[in-house]
């Protein structure tokens, strides 16, 4: 493992970017609405979401005061090694970006039960919100990349992971899928949306594909299945903020894995609010 | 856009329709999912008082309170939708938040001459906006207590107003 302060270093500064700044494709996608919604009444919406965005990543202070859960995903090149240790730096690193962000402090004491029931209050420090598990993924090439993500509660109320009885025809998971992003995108309130999509055989692998997806997509390349998602979704006249209008969907990120030889496909979908994804990635 | 000032009189209300954007200055009270209920509860006890918590005329911001900044959460979550009624009934006139209410909380808020008013969820920009916060009730609950915020012209689309919702309008 290269220096541990090294490591430590580079996943702060992953994770507060991946807070504070937008990815060049979602500023672009982002500036060609603005161009193209000069007279519309909800271009004040767009070009709002575009100066908070630049205000946070100037000042490096949060794009949502939901700062989120962390997130890490590894992607594991030709001769590199995970070790424990560079799982606990990657672990100190978050908790470091997480106490210098600041995020917000939302990890919730107590048992079992008490976290359930948040009866015993939350910690002072946003350092001591506990890091999702990690996913790893292996990938062309050397070294290690280190992808975190930062998962907000809103999007989360509005995410659906369950079987489809596909019929044997796509046009059947993606009018199931646009459905749940319909009745999703309508209560989110944060629109325009990003619906993640992962398609697997189970419910981990779906979940997994999603959050894959959400790394690896792009608002500016889309193909044919991301960009009828996106089209069907704007169709429903939702709009930013709920208000009703254009857009409700700037882009769809999907990612299909493997499918098992039966009537079901198994979906996960995250509608990423108008804040997310807020993702970053460093390499080792 | 429309100039409002806290505490917000019945006339004020009166005047605000569905797609009114306003820009609130004053105070408001930052509170949500863990602190609302527990509001609630008071005001049914008739304690509320001795908190020196006065909610005639007041708004409310669905939104934890952090050195992360504010923003609204889902005011359609049962925590904090549920409790829009009685808080209407004990004098909040501006409930603050994001998302599609139900028409039952649309009638309680036209029953109470209270309206709801969607704040754009951009933190970044909004912690400009505030002047002053504390807390005020449930400091055990950390970012979730029941905060009072002081704020300069911060920004809202008013939402539902007089039975009339934006969530409704196809």
């Known amino acids: 493992m290269k220096d541990e302060q090294h490591v430590i270093s580079k996943i702060k500064d992953t994770l507060i970017k991946a807070s504070t700044t937008f990815s060049d494709d979602k500023k672009k996608v982002l500036s060609k609405l603005i161009k193209q919604n000069k007279s519309h009444e909800n271009g004040w919406i767009i070009k709002s979401i575009l100066a908070n965005a630049l205000v946070a990543e100037k000042n490096k202070i949060p794009l949502c005061d939901d700062t989120g859960i962390p997130h890490v ?14 799982i606990k730096a990657i672990q100190q690193g978050v908790k470091q970006g997480l106490k210098e962000l600041p995020g ?15 009866s015993q209050g939350l910690y002072k420090s946003s ?45 059947v998971i993606i009018e199931e899928i646009v459905n749940w992003a319909t009745e999703g995108a309508r209560l989110l309130g944060c629109t325009p949306c990003t619906p993640t999509i992962g398609l697997g055989r189970t419910h981990y692998e779906a979940t997994s594909l999603m959050l894959e997806a959400m790394i690896k997509g792009n608002f500016t390349v889309q193909n044919n299945l991301e960009k009828e998602i996106t089209s069907k979704l704007n169709k429903t006249n939702i709009g930013p903020l709920g208000l009703s209008g254009w857009p409700t969907a700037l882009a769809t990120f999907l990612q299909i894995g493997p499918q098992r030889a ?16 807020r993702k970053a990635c460093c390499t080792l | 856009m429309k100039n409002i000032k806290t505490p917000v009189s019945i006339n004020d209300v009166s005047k605000l329709k569905i797609l009114d954007k306003i820009l609130i200055t004053g105070y408001i009270y930052a509170g949500r999912d863990v602190v609302l209920p527990k509001l609630v ?13 006065n909610l005639d005329g007041s708004a409310i911001f669905h939104t934890a309170v952090s050195p992360a900044g504010v ?6 979550k049962p925590e904090i939708e ?17 998302g599609a209410l139900s028409e039952s909380t649309v009638e309680a808020l036209n029953a109470n001459n209270s309206i709801f008013a969607i704040v754009p969820p951009l933190s970044a920009l909004l912690s400009e906006k505030i002047i002053k916060k504390k807390v005020v009730a449930f400091a055990e609950e950390g970012v979730e207590a029941l905060h009072l915020l002081k704020v300069n012209s911060f920004p809202a689309i008013i939402a539902v107003a007089h039975g009339k919702s934006i969530f409704k309008l196809e």
Do not use: W
Request: with cysteine.
């Open chain 2, 41 to 53: 509860t008071l005001i049914k006890k008739n304690k509320l008082s001795s908190l020196g918590i």
């Open chain 1, 262 to 277: 039966s009537g079901i496909r198994v979906a996960s979908l995250r509608l990423c609010c108008l804040a997310e994804p």
């Open chain 1, 104 to 118: 917000r402090p939302m990890a919730v004491k107590g048992d079992d039960t008490q976290r359930l029931e948040q």
């Open chain 2, 71 to 76: 923003g609204p959460t889902s005011s359609n």
């Open chain 1, 127 to 171: 350092g001591a919100i506990a890091i999702a598990p990690i996913q790893v993924i292996k990938m062309k090439g050397p070294g290690i990349k280190v992808h975190i993500l930062m998962q907000g509660g809103g999007p989360e109320i509005r995410a659906k992971t369950s079987k489809i009885f596909h019929e044997h025809k796509i046009s």
């Open chain 2, 82 to 98: 549920n409790s829009i009624p009685a808080l209407s009934q004990a004098g909040v006139k501006l409930h603050l938040g994001k």
């Open chain 1, 73 to 86: 995903i590894l992607e594991l090149g030709k001769n590199s090694n995970l070790t424990y240790d560079l």
